[in-house]
């Protein structure tokens, strides 16, 4: 099942995870509040050392299996799911992590919600899930809305790859609905049966908390897998 999906944040993670799951079919738009960054990524100018990133963004541009847009209102508004890749704004980097997680819970509570499922890929502190499931479930009432930590590791040049063709998939959840949107998202990855591992929320946070805060664009190499149980 093709989803529609928004996407928080165009950094190096966010475009990867925006072409790779407009790749697999699904109809993605990137949202950046930068306007001149969003015509530079909607003309195809993507990451120069990654040259299948761009290639393929250019695809999927082409296809109109992807949009960037510096208005989230609509995007938000019509999508299936959404992912938090990272901040959307050139101030990110002046925000506190706390103060970043709640812009972001303010900005999901504020749109008319029709997705059931939020990823959130990006380093954040320990906490912030709950935090903004909190404040979902307070600000749309009917709890229609679950968050799921889903950290990613890959890095340049070769990230669209490694998303694509991952050794393990991470989710930290509590909800199974979650579950179900996920298998639906990643049904292509997932074709490949890679080692799946199911965590809690801040098991998945502390994972990504040691590779950079929600404002870092890219990940480090290094895996931290080893700690964690397959589940079959």
């Known amino acids: 099942m093709n989803m529609s999906i928004t996407v928080l944040g165009t950094d190096y993670e966010g475009l990867v995870i925006s072409v790779g799951l407009a790749a697999m079919g699904h109809k993605v738009t990137a949202i950046n509040t930068d306007i001149n960054r969003v015509r ?28 960037f847009s510096s ?13 938090i890749s990272g901040m959307t ?10 103060t970043a997680i709640l812009r972001i ?19 954040v502190p320990a906490g912030s899930c709950r935090i903004l499931q909190d404040w979902l ?17 890959f890095s340049k040049p070769d990230g669209l ?16 609905h979650s579950r179900r949107t996920i298998d ?10 890679p080692p799946v591992c199911h965590v809690s929320w801040e098991a998945a946070e502390m994972m990504r908390a040691e590779f950079g805060v929600i404002a870092v664009s890219v990940p480090a190499e290094e895996k931290v897998y080893g700690h964690l149980s397959r589940v079959s």
Do not use: W
């Not at 704004?89 to 706390?98: C, H, M, Q």
């Not at 790859?161 to 509590?174: A, C, K, S, T, W």
């Open 184 to 193: 639906e998202i990643f049904a292509n990855i997932l074709m490949n049966d």
């Open 137 to 153: 479930n307070d600000a749309i009432h009917t709890g229609a809305a679950h968050v799921v930590t889903y950290p990613v590791f």
């Open 105 to 123: 819970a303010e900005c999901l509570s504020g749109a008319i919600a029709s997705f059931s499922t939020v990823l959130v890929t990006a380093g």
């Open 71 to 83: 208005e989230p209102e609509t995007p938000l508004a019509e999508a299936d799911a959404v992912i």
């Open 40 to 67: 530079r990524l909607q003309r195809g100018m993507s990451v120069k050392e990654d040259t299948e990133l761009t290639r393929t963004m250019k695809l999927v541009l082409r296809e109109g299996l992807l949009k």
């Open 89 to 98: 704004g050139s101030d990110a980097e002046n925000l506190t992590e706390r």
């Open 161 to 176: 790859h490694q998303f694509l063709n991952p050794d393990r998939i991470v989710l930290g959840y509590e909800n199974e």
